[in-house]
């Protein structure tokens, strides 16, 4: 009977770490008799850079059905059949529809691993300025979020449905587990002996923002907008890998309401971990604000260009706008009255001085002169 992994996160618990460990194993492991099938994130996993997995869960309803039990019956040479990806914790009602309604014959094991609250609470915030334009504070976040950690109420909500259907399943702890958690997966696949998990003991893939840097990209999206500051995250990640994080750290009082918020939740999850790596609500560390990492001359560097760039890009809209504005403005008066001619002929020059590589503005400038000259 044919075994298939689905590792499904959750997000920011060593998920790209191992997606790189598999794809840089990936033809060792065809020749053992175990399927990591390929995808287009494959380069950047190669490379220990921010990647998604071998399957994309959000694309479609039936994704279970049509990427990874069809990729099974494509490929029936292999014993086993590994896909990973974060994405999957957030849409496994097709995991669920199609356990019920396939005739396929295979063994499901569910890899999913959790984190403390507080933790994750920062890691999402973290994600929330790199991807989503977020500029609030930590501490409006919180407030925003109730002080609830949406991902430990959905790993739970995963569980209990795993345990009433039956299906097999591995739950680890990320914040016990660290660099290691590598090493872990690849003991349950069963693929340790076979895989360098060495290496990925100490490296970072995917690391996360010092909060010197936090405070730029939080800028960066205030001043540019939305997105503004994914592609400077994504540049300070992949081309200084190395950089320490500091702790994020709530309010002594946003730390109480958290720890009201997820201890039952927490009791629920712990009562299905191990008695010795169990998940704890909060995070007593504290942290003097002159030890947090000031910025280096090479994250100034990146920041520097992008906002350089982004400056540039904002200015060539902000042009192409206004030029848009005063050509339509000329047209109007053009058709309204004809001895508007000359308004539209200085409107025209204004947008051509705004964007002078043009040419639907240049012809049109030019045949308001001749206009005036006749």
């Not at 039952?264 to 007593?284: E, F, K």
């Amino acid at each position: 009977m044919k075994q298939i992994y689905l590792h499904i996160g959750h997000g920011k618990t060593g998920t790209s770490a191992f997606q790189a460990l598999m794809a840089q194993s990936q033809k060792m492991l065809l020749s053992a008799g175990i399927l990591y099938k390929e995808h287009p994130s494959f380069s950047n996993a190669i490379r220990s850079r921010i990647s998604s997995g071998n399957i994309d869960p959000s694309d479609t309803n039936d994704w279970f059905d049509t990427q990874v039990l069809a990729t099974v019956r494509n490929n029936q040479n292999y014993d086993k059949y590994v896909f990973s990806c974060e994405n999957a914790f957030h849409y496994m009602d097709s995991v669920y529809a199609a356990l019920d309604n396939s005739k396929d014959n295979f063994n499901l094991h569910v890899i999913l691993a959790v984190r403390n609250p507080g933790d994750m609470l920062s890691s999402e915030y973290h994600q929330l300025v790199k991807r989503d334009g977020l500029f609030i504070s930590y501490e409006a976040f919180l407030e925003r979020t109730s002080y609830r950690c949406k991902h430990a109420f959905r790993a739970l909500e995963i569980i209990e449905q795993l345990e009433s259907k039956e299906i097999s399943f591995s739950l680890l702890n990320f914040s016990n587990l660290g660099y290691a958690i590598t090493r872990r997966i690849s003991e349950i696949i069963g693929i340790d002996t076979l895989v360098d998990t060495h290496r990925f003991t100490s490296m970072r893939v995917n690391r996360s923002m010092s909060v010197s840097e936090l405070q730029a990209l939080v800028l960066v999206n205030r001043l540019y907008g939305k997105f503004a500051g994914t592609k400077l995250s994504d540049a300070l990640v992949n081309s200084l890998p190395d950089i320490d994080s500091d702790p994020l750290l709530p309010s002594a009082s946003s730390s109480k309401k958290i720890a009201d918020e997820m201890k039952p939740i927490i009791h629920a999850i712990n009562r299905r971990l191990p008695l010795s790596s169990p998940l704890v609500v909060t995070n007593d560390v504290e942290i003097e604000s002159n030890l947090i990492s000031p910025l280096d001359d090479s994250q100034v560097a990146i920041i520097k260009g992008a906002i350089s760039e982004l400056s540039q890009s904002e200015d060539r809209a902000w042009r192409a706008k206004r030029s848009s504005f005063l050509m339509k403005t000329a047209n109007k008066i053009l058709e309204k009255e004809s001895l508007g001619v000359r308004v539209a002929f200085r409107l025209m020059k204004l947008a051509q001085h705004l964007q002078p590589s043009s040419q639907p503005i240049r012809e049109k400038t030019r045949r308001l002169r001749r206009m005036i000259r006749r």
